[in-house]
């Protein structure tokens, strides 16, 4: 007999998972702008205040810095807040509190505390947000030693990766990219449905190229590849799911079947999730491939608000066919 699922889309996913875990457990609350009445930004959060109330569902100031102080506080002293930045430009703003306070507790502190928050980040393009909501800064993150990272791609990574955060005893940032909010796709039902960390997950299997894609551009590789399926090229298509920890395993294996790499990946080129992908790839894997590295990204400009223009830099799907051709 299969698993029970639901079609619902992302964001339902993410909401899914947030309730079954404060139904679970009633140290997990909810904070960030906006998120009670209203659903948050995203509406992510939507009648999640109905059902729990003010103690647990926690509207704050705008003030980015003080939800992750004080959620950063509440994970010290044994609950598990769920701390939400309305988009991922305004973690310029608490980069202290991550960086120098959730990462490092526990190796300061030798092992006698831990932190168990989650902090939710919605990022990325798609809605026109320009350039100061649009931005895509996982790779910061993977740099701090003591942060976990995770980027999931669709519904069913959104419940189980989320409820694996959430129950995790280290700061966990978890990045939602915004497109995938409105993807819709079967999700499971079952409360105790986890996802573990450091998995990938292979879309597709093939012998002719390997596509390691993040968040969205896992549906643009998708597309591209049931295209170049019909010119007999078969690509395998990975999600690494979260980026610290990373499954190089998985990536290798593929590596060494195909000998080509092409790495798709909204953020900035410079310093990106695909540099640190396409370093270990080159370090630990040099002797399987075929053919040199591909990196396709967003180019290091800021994103402008045209939607146009917005398109024109962001990868996709017909742009990641011209590079496996080309490489091929």
């Not at 799911?241 to 190089?248: A, C, G, I, Q, S």
């Not at 270990?280 to 994103?303: Q, S």
């Amino acid at each position: 007999m299969g698993e029970e699922t639901k079609i619902m889309r992302g964001l339902d996913a993410i909401r899914l998972a947030i309730e079954e875990e404060m139904e679970r457990d009633e140290d997990v609350f909810i904070m960030g702008e906006d998120i009670g009445e209203f659903g948050g930004p995203f509406f992510v959060t939507e009648g999640l205040l109905k059902k729990f109330g003010h103690e647990r569902v926690r509207d704050t100031p705008i003030s980015e810095n003080a939800i992750l102080g004080c959620a950063i506080g509440a994970a010290m002293a044994g609950m598990r807040p769920i701390a939400e930045i309305m988009f991922a430009d305004f973690l310029c703003v608490c980069m202290e509190m991550i960086v120098n306070q959730a990462a490092k507790a526990r190796y300061m502190y030798g092992g006698q505390i831990s932190v168990p928050v989650t902090i939710r980040v919605p990022f990325g393009t798609g809605i026109m947000g320009a350039a100061q909501h649009s931005q895509s800064f996982e790779s910061w993150f993977m740099h701090v030693p003591g942060l976990k990272v995770v980027l999931p791609s669709d519904g069913r990574d959104f419940k189980g990766l989320m409820k694996t955060a959430i129950r995790d005893d280290d700061p966990v940032i978890f990045f939602e990219n915004k497109r995938t909010y409105f993807l819709t796709g079967e999700v499971p039902l079952d409360k105790d449905f986890t996802i573990p960390f450091g998995q990938a997950r292979i879309f597709t299997e093939g012998e002719d190229i390997t596509i390691v894609a993040l968040g969205a551009m896992i549906q643009e590789s998708l597309n591209a590849a049931k295209k170049l399926e019909a010119e007999n090229i078969h690509c395998e298509v990975i999600d690494p799911r979260t980026l610290v920890p990373l499954d190089k395993k998985t990536i290798l294996n593929s590596v060494e079947k195909t000998g080509k790499l092409i790495i798709v990946d909204e953020g900035c080129k410079t310093c990106s999730a695909s540099s640190e992908i396409a370093a270990f790839v080159a370090e630990e894997g040099f002797h399987l491939l075929k053919k040199p590295i591909i990196r396709l990204n967003t180019p290091d400009v800021p994103i402008p608000y045209s939607d146009k223009l917005e398109s024109a830099i962001v990868p996709n799907a017909k742009m990641i066919q011209e590079n496996v051709k080309r490489l091929i």
